[in-house]
């Protein structure tokens, strides 16, 4: 029972054991303009601040009018002293909406990212919203590339010290193991290269010409000092191979320092970097203890089992515990900065990859435990349940490897969760007609679906607040007739004030909201107007020469709208939505979409529609040259509502 409960215990630590440190993802922290601020003049610059450091050369700003003109002045250049900071100079600019659409590489690891946010000058900007921000999920070239690495250089590290330390010389025709480790770090350093420049679109020359190409490089020095040490080894009588090894080792923890400071740990800020790049580093190296020296060890047991091998089994298996202790501590502190939470773990896809490789590292450490208390005092007399036992955690290290690949590729939770500012409200103000009261009225947050109104009424001609007997609001929307009017009564929240709750404002779209004030027998009414629009949505563009441009928009539930015109020309088009499910197939849509277009300030039109496949909708829409605001309306199945929201400039 003892033994079983310390190879529980042994299970446990592993669990924080979460991986190699998360990449730098260069995400928006917070601008100037703000998003959603309204200026009175037009500022002669915007400034960026990321959360990790970009490369200025592989960065793309764009500041677009409503027609989607570009309005910058030049591209976006760093801000002197202030290396997270990336300024786009603007010049004079009138009166209007103005988005920030902006695409960036860590200037850290090659990691892409992208977003946009708008301000407005003179007038709130339509979207009331935080600013949005994505990163692409890792290539299989990036995770194949990070895979070769860390097992490379694993397995090199494990191979110098487990042969110079643990026996008494090194196997012989040890060469072949330590090239085809050596491949695989070499590969890893290639693929990360290929991948850093397609991801950032130019050329692997461009590429190593910026600190990106530099920071491979650095990972490339030590591991061809490796080679030449292998190549030496080889070369050089048994009795001076140990040298070699040492030089092997050496360089491959140089390796493993240079991937470090290249990482997230070494985007660390002001004197967190050195002690986050020391646990860092610490953690790859116990990793390549633990494990390399595993492989290691597989490879100089081959053969019969020898007697005098049984101590180097022994000696083996001690410090691979203390390898083991020294992995969970120092996975604990980059978990705990990374994940952000708890419920982070199972609330985000950088969460539940950290619970997949927590399971899998359960089961390494239980693998071990057997090997340690059952395999190792064997050694001497029998070497299959060793064998057996740790080809199984060679297995399974290389799962855990690719997902590892995986979160290193990922934002972390840390970055992606940070706020960056609440969003503004809704405000609309009115009089009634014989200009007696005044009604100011917040909607928060101002998108459809459930809202809180707060009206705040005062005399017109003195300002002070009136006293209600009750207060009313009628909701009417002109451009949807089929949809009938509904009501809500607010409840006196101070002088003057009164607020309420509901549903009411159902659609994006214009809606007209009558405020009844009564007072005693007597009743005035306050016309009051307001834009409500879509929550935020991401919308990926597809263009080809020749071709109509291709609209993907997010959805609730990992859904996916497809959008596009036929011909996508002014005159008459096709308008194409089709709904697509979480698992990439046609989301069958039980009634038919709405689908509405309207030019800014106009009323909304309503398309006929006709079915083209069980989530694929056709309209036919006369639409001439200029803005279009398309909505497309649509529910599941269970009756979840479908809502996408765009603007064309045909």
Known sequence: MARWGTAWLLALLVVALLAPGVGAHALLSHSDPASGAVLQRAPSAVVITFTEQPEPTLSVVHVLDSA??????????????????????????????????????SRIDGHVTGGAFAFGIGIAPSLTQQPTATSPPPSVLAVGGRWGLYAGLSGLLGAAWVWLLVFPKPPV??????????????????????????????????????????????????????????GAGHALPPSRRRAALAVVGVATATAMLTHVLGG????????????????????????????????????????????????????????????????????????????????????????????????????????????????????????????????????????????????TGLAPPSLTQAPAGPAAALVISG?????????????????????????RIV???????????????????????????????????????????????????????TVTVQQAATAVSVPLTVDVRGRPQTIRTISAPGQPTLYGIDLPGGRLLDFYLDPDRPGFNEVHATFIDASGIELPVPQPAVITVRRPGRPAERLPVRRFGPGHFIGDAQLAAGDWEIEVIAADRSGAPLLARLTIHL
Not at 202 to 226: D, E, H, K, M, Q
Not at 374 to 396: I, T
Not at 431 to 454: H, K, L, Q, W, Y
Request: proline share 7%; hydrophobic share 50%.
């Open 459 to 513: 005399d017109y001609d003195t300002g002070r607040p009136v006293a209600a007997d009750r207060v009313n609001l009628r909701f009417e929307t002109p451009d949807r007739p089929d949809i009938g009017p509904s009501t809500l009564d607010l409840a006196r929240v101070g002088d003057g004030a009164y607020a309420g709750q509901g549903a009411n404002l159902s659609l994006s779209g214009r809606w007209s909201i």
């Open 68 to 105: 989607g003109r570009q309005v910058e002045q030049g591209p976006a250049k760093p801000v002197p002293g202030r290396p997270l900071e990336l300024t786009i100079p603007l010049g004079p600019l009138p009166q209007g909406v103005y988005t920030v659409s902006w695409r960036t590489v």
């Open 264 to 407: 997230h740990a070494g985007a660390s800020p002001g004197a967190w970097r050195w002690p986050n790049v020391a646990d860092q580093w610490v953690h790859f190296a116990a990793v390549g203890t633990w494990m390399g020296g595993l492989a290691a060890l597989l490879v100089a047991l081959r053969g019969a089992p020898d007697p005098p091998n049984a101590p180097a089994v022994r000696r083996f298996s001690a410090v691979a515990g203390i390898a083991l202790g020294v992995v969970a501590g120092t996975g604990i502190l980059r978990a705990v900065a990374d994940v952000g939470s708890w419920s982070a773990l199972v609330s985000s896809g950088f969460g539940r990859l950290v619970l997949l490789k927590a399971a899998l590292l359960i089961v390494l450490a239980a693998l071990g435990a057997v090997n340690r208390y059952w395999n190792v005092p064997a050694a001497g007399r029998s070497l299959r349940g060793l064998r057996r036992v740790g080809g199984m955690e060679l297995c399974v290290t290389a799962g855990a490897l690719v997902v590892v690949g995986v979160l």
């Open 431 to 455: 009089s009634d007609f014989a200009t007696s009261v005044r009604v100011e009225m917040e909607i928060a947050p101002g998108f459809p679906g459930i809202n809180r109104f707060t009206a």
């Open 173 to 230: 025709n040890n060469s072949r193991y330590l090239w085809s480790a050596w491949a695989l770090a070499a590969a890893g350093i290639a693929l990360l290269g290929i991948d850093q420049a397609a991801g950032a679109g130019v050329p692997l020359g461009r590429l190593l010409a910026t600190p990106l190409g530099y920071a491979l490089l650095w990972r490339a020095i030590p591991v061809a000092a490796a080679a030449v040490a292998i």
